[in-house]
C-alpha cells in the first residue's frame, strides 16, 4: 500500500484535488471514532482513489501516520466538504472548505445527508448507533455519495478566495475544532437521567459538541446528537451532568461578558460608555431621569435595552445619545445594503447581502452585523486562549455567544484563570467568573 500511495502522489503531482475522510459512524462525534477510508478526487477528472485505514473491503489498510505522513507531501491545494469534521479524524494542514465557500457566495448549504444512496438509509435504520456503521456500508457506497456532493461543489474549487473566507476557514474553523477535540467530561449517571436515549453520545466519559458556522449571521449553533448545547435548560438540573475530567483535582470556571451586546454595539457605533460603569445603571439614569437608581429599576432598565436593542427604538427613546446614533448607524448600514447589495461585518469584512438575509429590513440587517461582531470579537479571543492553553491541562471546552467554559486544573494555579480573564478583557469588554464542580452549581467570583 506505501507503493500505492507514492504512485498516487505522482498521479496528483500540483493538480488540486477534492477529499474525503469517511468516520466509522457518523452517529458518533468524529472525535470519538477512527478513520475508516481516505476518497481523493483529482478536480476535472472522473476516477476516485481510495485509501483504506480501517475497512473490511480491503485487505491492506494503511496508518493514520501513514496517510498524514502523505498529505504532508502533497504541492497541490486540498480541498473537502468539512474541514472540521476531517481534522477530528485525520491531521491535514492546510485544508480548504468547499461548502462554506459555496455558503459565503451563494447562501446555499450542502446537506451531506441528502446524498446518501439506498444502503446508507438501510444500514442506518437497522443500526444507526452502531460504533461502527460505516464498516458495514459497502465502500462503494461511499465513493457514489462521494462523487455526487463533488458534483454540486467542484465548481467552486477555483472562485477566489477572499479575505474572510481564509479567515473563517483558518480561525474560526480550527479554533472550534480545538474546542471540540476537547469534549466535556460527563457524570454518566446523572447525564443518562437527564438524557435517556444519548448514552452512546458518552464516549470515555466524555460528550464533544459540534459548531455549524454555516449561520447566516455566521454566529455558530452547536448541537450534536439531538442535544443542543448553545441551550442547555438552565431550570431542570441537566447542566449538573458536565463536570471536571480532573476530579478532585479541577473545577468548571466559566467567563461570560457582561452586557456584551450594549458593548459590541458602542464599539459599532463608537459611542463611549464612562469607564467602569455600569450599562444598565447608564441608561436606567436616562430612562428614570435619575441618578440614583433601585435595584428594582437597574433590572428594568436591562429590560428596556433589550427590547429597544432587539425589537424596534421607542420614540420616547430617541433622543437618549446611545440610541440616537444606534439609529444613524443602522440608516447608514441599511443605505448601504440597499445601494451596494451587501455590508461588512466589522472584523472579517465578510459581505452579508440577501442571499444571507431574507425579507431585510433595518432593524434585521443591524441585528445580524451586531450577531456576526459578537462571533468575530470571540473569535478572536478563543485563537488567543487555545494558542495559551496549548501546553497547560486546561481547556475550553464550552463557547456559547457571550460565555466561554473552562475545565481547569489545579496544577495550572490561579495564575491561569487570572490570564485567561486579562486575555478576554483585553478587547475592552468586562466580565464576570463564575466557579463550580458542576456547569449547573457555578458561583460568582471575584478576582
Not at 470571540?378 to 486562549?385: G, H, Q
Not at 466561554?404 to 489545579?410: A, G, S
Request: aromatic share 12%; hydrophobic share 35%.
Amino acid at each position: 500500500m506505501i507503493g500505492v500511495l507514492h504512485e498516487l502522489l505522482d498521479k496528483i503531482g500540483d493538480e488540486d484535488i477534492i477529499i474525503d475522510v469517511i468516520p466509522a459512524s457518523e452517529e458518533h462525534h468524529p472525535a470519538a471514532v477512527s478513520a475508516l477510508l481516505v476518497l481523493i478526487k483529482i478536480v476535472g477528472h472522473n476516477d476516485v482513489y481510495t485509501v483504506p485505514v480501517d475497512c473490511y473491503d480491503f485487505s491492506n489498510n494503511v496508518s493514520r501516520n501513514q496517510v498524514e505522513s502523505f498529505f504532508s507531501e502533497l504541492s497541490c491545494d486540498v480541498y473537502c466538504f468539512s474541514k472540521k469534521k476531517i481534522l477530528h479524524l485525520v491531521n491535514i494542514d492546510g485544508l480548504l472548505d468547499l461548502s462554506l465557500k459555496m455558503f459565503l457566495m451563494t447562501g446555499e448549504i450542502i446537506d451531506e445527508y441528502d446524498y446518501e444512496t439506498a444502503a446508507h438509509r438501510f444500514f442506518k435504520s437497522k443500526y444507526k448507533t452502531h460504533v461502527e456503521l460505516n464498516k458495514i456500508i459497502p465502500h462503494t457506497n461511499h465513493i457514489s455519495k462521494f462523487l455526487d456532493v463533488c458534483k454540486d461543489v467542484e465548481s467552486y474549487v477555483n472562485k477566489f478566495n477572499e479575505d474572510s473566507y481564509k479567515r473563517i476557514n483558518e480561525e474560526v474553523i480550527e479554533t472550534l475544532q480545538t474546542i471540540e477535540k476537547s469534549g466535556i467530561c460527563v457524570d454518566i449517571d446523572m447525564f443518562t437521567d437527564h438524557f435517556p436515549d444519548k448514552g452512546h453520545l458518552v464516549s470515555n466519559k466524555t460528550v464533544y459538541t459540534e459548531y455549524n458556522i454555516l449561520t447566516s449571521t455566521g454566529r455558530p449553533s452547536n448541537r450534536f446528537g439531538g442535544i443542543n448545547y448553545s441551550a442547555l435548560n438552565k431550570e431542570n438540573k441537566c447542566r449538573s451532568s458536565f463536570i471536571s475530567r480532573y476530579g478532585d483535582d479541577g473545577m468548571l470556571v466559566m467567563f461570560d461578558y457582561s452586557a456584551y451586546h450594549p458593548h459590541i454595539i458602542a464599539r459599532l457605533i463608537n459611542y463611549e460608555f464612562p469607564a467602569e460603569t455600569n450599562v444598565y445603571k447608564y441608561l436606567g439614569q436616562y430612562y428614570f431621569k435619575t441618578e440614583d437608581l433601585s435595584e428594582d429599576q437597574v433590572k428594568r432598565s436591562k429590560t428596556l435595552t433589550f427590547q429597544q436593542l432587539y425589537g424596534s427604538i421607542s420614540s420616547e427613546y430617541k433622543d437618549i445619545p446611545y440610541f440616537t446614533k444606534i439609529i444613524e448607524y443602522m440608516n447608514h448600514r441599511w443605505n448601504h445594503f440597499n445601494e451596494h447589495g451587501y455590508v461588512e461585518t466589522p472584523i472579517f469584512k465578510r459581505q452579508i447581502s440577501p442571499r444571507h438575509l431574507k425579507d431585510a429590513t433595518p432593524s434585521k440587517l443591524f441585528n445580524y452585523i451586531l450577531q456576526a461582531s459578537e462571533t468575530e470579537y470571540s473569535m478572536e479571543i478563543l485563537v488567543e486562549l487555545n494558542r495559551y492553553l496549548e501546553k497547560k491541562y486546561t481547556k475550553c471546552v464550552l463557547y456559547t455567544y457571550d460565555s466561554m467554559l473552562f475545565d481547569v486544573h489545579k496544577e495550572d494555579g490561579k495564575n491561569t484563570i487570572l490570564d485567561i480573564k486579562k486575555l478576554m478583557e483585553s478587547t475592552g469588554f468586562p466580565t464576570k467568573c463564575y466557579v463550580g464542580k458542576n456547569y449547573d452549581d457555578m458561583q460568582v467570583i471575584n478576582l
